[in-house]
């Protein structure tokens, strides 16, 4: 039997990516409806989908939609929005996918995990990268000690100076602003690679337009061991995907992956390793058949078929890192007057 779901928000512009899962594997997935609380961002979503998904049932209301035959519920809404939809999904039985960053406040995300624990329900981020070929690869390489002991992690994920008005618009509401909404990426393959760090010490800057939102940011995490991890991110990239990468240098071997996302992988290995040559290589990752993906770990952590690839501690580690990147003290990511409410 398919994994039925449900979406709960579609603001997140990754609502796409499962819905291209369910057209291509419907033996696998049933999409049951959607629920948007703005018209016009439910509209063009739908819009959007329509080239893989048509007639797709619409929501009136939160309650609809726990009320539905879905066995899980996607939250893909404003990450504001995101912890009271996971939270009322979690109180109505169903199992939750929520989108990253995992919400904007530390003390209802750690209710999360805990009512998560006490109902037996999966509740899992939707960190996609963890599912890239290369990325897997490089995962499983470093946990086989193949790159020996990890002393450095740098991943770089930049934007488009297009991007700079969304920023402005949408991403001042929160505090560490661009690098809050990007950054969980690369904290989450880091703390995989490096583990929890000890001390984070982040520089925030606004370079563009007036200046008044976190638009460059470089944050340096220091490991108990004396490794160091940096991820660095902008808005003003003329084009920013290529740019896009993740470096793992351990003191056996060293591993690159550009541009994130990609199959790529370059390797520096001062042993071999199973088909891995000693030295520089250049290789494609391929793809394996049925590629796992989100919605095949949550189908598979929802039957009891396999346990869940990353844990709620994992996932409480990383946003507390990411918080603390932010410069985020209080417990809240949530700005107290944003720059864009004082403009309007």
């Given at each position: 039997?398919?994994?039925?779901?449900?979406?709960?928000?579609?603001?997140?512009?990754?609502?796409?990516?499962?819905?291209?899962?369910?057209?291509?594997?419907?033996?696998?997935?049933?999409?049951?409806?959607?629920?948007?609380?703005?018209?016009?961002?439910?509209?063009?979503?739908?819009?959007?989908?329509?080239?893989?998904?048509?007639?797709?049932?619409?929501?009136?209301?939160?309650?609809?939609?726990?009320?539905?035959?879905?066995?899980?519920?996607?939250?893909?809404?404003?990450?504001?929005?995101?912890?009271?939809?996971?939270?009322?999904?979690?109180?109505?039985?169903?199992?939750?996918?929520?989108?990253?960053?995992?919400?904007?406040?530390?003390?209802?995300?750690?209710?999360?995990?805990?009512?998560?624990?006490?109902?037996?329900?999966?509740?899992?981020?939707?960190?996609?990268?963890?599912?890239?070929?290369?990325?897997?690869e490089m995962i499983r390489l470093c946990r086989a000690?193949?790159?020996?002991?990890?002393?450095?992690?740098?991943?770089?994920?930049?934007?488009?100076?297009?991007?700079?008005?969304?920023?402005?618009?949408?991403?001042?509401?929160?505090?560490?602003?661009?690098?809050?909404?990007?950054?969980?990426?690369?904290?989450?393959?880091?703390?995989?690679?490096?583990?929890?760090?000890?001390?984070?010490?982040?520089?925030?800057?606004?370079?563009?337009?007036?200046?008044?939102?976190?638009?460059?940011?470089?944050?340096?995490?220091?490991?108990?061991?004396?490794?160091?991890?940096?991820?660095?991110?902008?808005?003003?990239?003329?084009?920013?995907?290529?740019?896009?990468?993740?470096?793992?240098?351990?003191?056996?071997?060293?591993?690159?992956?550009?541009?994130?996302?990609?199959?790529?992988?370059?390797?520096?290995?001062?042993?071999?390793?199973?088909q891995h040559d000693v030295g520089w290589q250049e290789?494609?990752?391929?793809?394996?058949?049925?590629?796992?993906?989100?919605?095949?770990?949550?189908?598979?952590?929802?039957?009891?078929?396999?346990?869940?690839?990353?844990?709620?501690?994992?996932?409480?580690?990383?946003?507390?890192?990411?918080?603390?990147?932010?410069?985020?003290?209080?417990?809240?990511?949530?700005?107290?007057a944003p720059h864009s409410a004082k403009s309007s």
């Open positions: 039997m398919p994994l039925k779901f449900a979406y709960l928000g579609l603001w997140h512009s990754h609502t796409v990516m499962h819905i291209r899962d369910a057209a291509n594997r419907p033996d696998e997935f049933q999409l049951v409806g959607a629920y948007e609380p703005d018209p016009a961002i439910r509209d063009a979503k739908l819009g959007e989908w329509a080239a893989d998904l048509t007639d797709v049932p619409v929501f009136e209301s939160v309650e609809q939609a726990l009320d539905s035959e879905a066995e899980a519920i996607i939250c893909e809404g404003r990450v504001s929005e995101n912890l009271d939809y996971a939270e009322r999904a979690l109180e109505a039985d169903k199992h939750v996918l929520l989108e990253k960053p995992a919400g904007v406040n530390m003390a209802q995300l750690e209710r999360l995990h805990d009512t998560a624990r006490r109902k037996g329900l999966h509740l899992q981020m939707a960190y996609m990268w963890r599912y890239n070929p290369a990325i897997a000690g193949a790159l020996g002991d990890p002393f450095y992690f740098r991943g770089h994920i930049p934007k488009p100076m297009a991007y700079h008005a969304r920023l402005v618009e949408e991403l001042d509401w929160y505090k560490g602003s661009l690098y809050f909404e990007m950054a969980g990426h690369l904290v989450d393959i880091m703390v995989t690679f490096m583990g929890v760090p000890g001390q984070v010490n982040a520089t925030h800057a606004g370079h563009h337009g007036e200046r008044k939102h976190v638009d460059n940011a470089v944050v340096v995490h220091q490991f108990d061991n004396g490794g160091l991890g940096t991820i660095d991110t902008a808005s003003m990239h003329v084009e920013s995907g290529l740019t896009r990468r993740i470096e793992l240098y351990g003191t056996g071997g060293t591993a690159i992956h550009t541009p994130i996302g990609s199959n790529n992988l370059t390797l520096s290995l001062q042993r071999p390793f199973e290789l494609t990752v391929s793809t394996p058949p049925g590629p796992p993906s989100l919605l095949t770990e949550l189908a598979a952590c929802v039957s009891g078929a396999k346990e869940p690839d990353y844990t709620l501690d994992h996932d409480l580690a990383v946003h507390r890192t990411l918080f603390a990147g932010c410069g985020i003290t209080d417990g809240s990511a949530l700005t107290d």
